[in-house]
Protein backbone atom coordinates (compact mmCIF):
# COMPACT_ATOMS: atom_id res chain seq x y z
CA UNK A 1 0.00 0.00 0.00
CA UNK A 2 1.06 3.70 -0.08
CA UNK A 3 0.95 5.88 2.79
CA UNK A 4 0.59 9.51 2.17
CA UNK A 5 1.71 12.67 3.73
CA UNK A 6 0.25 16.21 3.41
CA UNK A 7 2.21 19.55 4.07
CA UNK A 8 1.66 23.24 3.45
CA UNK A 9 -1.64 24.39 5.15
CA UNK A 10 -1.89 27.51 7.04
CA UNK A 11 -3.62 30.49 7.87
CA UNK A 12 -3.89 32.94 5.03
CA UNK A 13 -5.75 36.07 3.89
CA UNK A 14 -8.22 36.27 1.74
CA UNK A 15 -6.83 36.23 -2.26
CA UNK A 16 -3.41 35.10 -1.21
CA UNK A 17 -1.75 31.93 -2.11
CA UNK A 18 -1.25 28.27 -0.57
CA UNK A 19 0.95 25.26 -2.03
CA UNK A 20 -0.71 22.08 -0.37
CA UNK A 21 2.26 19.11 -1.05
CA UNK A 22 1.90 15.71 -0.39
CA UNK A 23 4.66 12.90 -0.33
CA UNK A 24 3.91 8.90 -1.19
CA UNK A 25 5.94 5.97 -0.04
CA UNK A 26 5.41 2.53 -0.11
CA UNK A 27 4.45 1.50 -3.19
CA UNK A 28 5.31 3.35 -6.63
CA UNK A 29 3.42 6.89 -7.00
CA UNK A 30 3.23 6.59 -10.70
CA UNK A 31 0.82 3.24 -10.21
CA UNK A 32 -1.84 5.46 -8.60
CA UNK A 33 -3.89 8.47 -9.55
CA UNK A 34 -4.24 10.81 -6.95
CA UNK A 35 -6.83 13.26 -5.85
CA UNK A 36 -7.42 16.14 -3.26
CA UNK A 37 -10.04 16.19 -1.27
CA UNK A 38 -11.41 18.68 1.20
CA UNK A 39 -14.11 18.94 4.16
CA UNK A 40 -15.20 22.18 6.07
CA UNK A 41 -16.91 22.00 9.67
CA UNK A 42 -20.55 20.78 8.71
CA UNK A 43 -20.09 19.94 5.61
CA UNK A 44 -19.59 16.67 3.66
CA UNK A 45 -16.50 15.79 2.09
CA UNK A 46 -15.98 16.57 -1.71
CA UNK A 47 -13.08 16.13 -4.41
CA UNK A 48 -11.60 19.12 -5.12
CA UNK A 49 -9.24 17.82 -8.22
CA UNK A 50 -7.96 14.83 -8.98
CA UNK A 51 -4.64 13.66 -11.15
CA UNK A 52 -4.21 11.26 -13.64
CA UNK A 53 -1.44 8.38 -12.92
CA UNK A 54 0.69 10.09 -15.49
CA UNK A 55 -0.42 13.89 -15.15
CA UNK A 56 -2.77 14.12 -18.56
CA UNK A 57 -6.01 14.24 -16.85
CA UNK A 58 -7.21 16.61 -15.11
CA UNK A 59 -10.48 17.46 -12.77
CA UNK A 60 -11.62 20.20 -10.54
CA UNK A 61 -14.66 20.84 -9.29
CA UNK A 62 -16.61 23.93 -10.30
CA UNK A 63 -15.58 26.19 -7.49
CA UNK A 64 -11.79 26.17 -7.34
CA UNK A 65 -11.40 26.07 -11.66
CA UNK A 66 -9.16 28.78 -12.89
CA UNK A 67 -7.61 29.35 -9.14
CA UNK A 68 -5.94 25.65 -8.32
CA UNK A 69 -3.61 23.91 -10.01
CA UNK A 70 -3.26 20.07 -9.42
CA UNK A 71 0.09 18.57 -10.68
CA UNK A 72 2.25 15.73 -9.87
CA UNK A 73 5.93 14.60 -9.74
CA UNK A 74 6.12 10.87 -10.09
CA UNK A 75 10.42 10.98 -9.98
CA UNK A 76 9.57 12.97 -6.55
CA UNK A 77 6.93 10.57 -5.59
CA UNK A 78 4.98 13.91 -4.64
CA UNK A 79 1.60 15.42 -5.57
CA UNK A 80 1.11 19.00 -5.29
CA UNK A 81 -1.94 21.17 -5.03
CA UNK A 82 -1.78 25.45 -5.58
CA UNK A 83 -4.36 27.38 -4.59
CA UNK A 84 -4.24 30.95 -5.67
CA UNK A 85 -7.18 33.09 -5.18
CA UNK A 86 -8.42 31.94 -1.81
CA UNK A 87 -11.16 33.08 -0.80
CA UNK A 88 -12.82 31.90 2.62
CA UNK A 89 -14.90 29.11 1.27
CA UNK A 90 -12.04 27.44 0.91
CA UNK A 91 -11.41 27.11 4.52
CA UNK A 92 -11.30 23.42 4.97
CA UNK A 93 -9.49 20.13 5.87
CA UNK A 94 -7.73 19.04 2.51
CA UNK A 95 -6.97 15.58 2.28
CA UNK A 96 -4.18 13.81 -0.35
CA UNK A 97 -5.75 10.52 -1.85
CA UNK A 98 -4.66 7.90 -3.66
CA UNK A 99 -6.14 5.13 -6.35
CA UNK A 100 -5.13 2.00 -7.93
CA UNK A 101 -7.83 2.66 -10.31
CA UNK A 102 -6.31 2.28 -14.03
CA UNK A 103 -7.89 5.84 -14.74
CA UNK A 104 -8.63 9.05 -12.98
CA UNK A 105 -11.57 8.60 -10.61
CA UNK A 106 -14.38 10.80 -9.78
CA UNK A 107 -15.70 8.63 -7.13
CA UNK A 108 -14.80 8.90 -3.39
CA UNK A 109 -14.89 5.45 -2.46
CA UNK A 110 -12.38 3.77 -4.98
CA UNK A 111 -9.44 6.54 -3.19
CA UNK A 112 -8.34 3.63 -0.92
CA UNK A 113 -5.35 5.68 0.44
CA UNK A 114 -5.52 9.13 2.40
CA UNK A 115 -3.06 11.40 4.18
CA UNK A 116 -4.28 12.96 7.61
CA UNK A 117 -5.27 15.94 6.33
CA UNK A 118 -3.86 19.64 6.27
CA UNK A 119 -6.20 22.25 7.91
CA UNK A 120 -6.52 25.41 5.41
CA UNK A 121 -8.38 28.49 6.74
CA UNK A 122 -8.56 31.46 4.70
CA UNK A 123 -9.31 35.12 6.66
CA UNK A 124 -11.76 38.03 5.37
Known amino acids: QVQLVESGGGLVQAGRSLRLSCAAS????????MGWFRQAPGKRRELVAAISRGGINTYYVDAVKGRFTISRDNGKNSGYLQMNSLKPEDTAVYYC?????????????????WGQGTQVTVSS
Open 26 to 33: GRTFSNYA
Open 97 to 113: TATPTLAMTLTPKEYNY
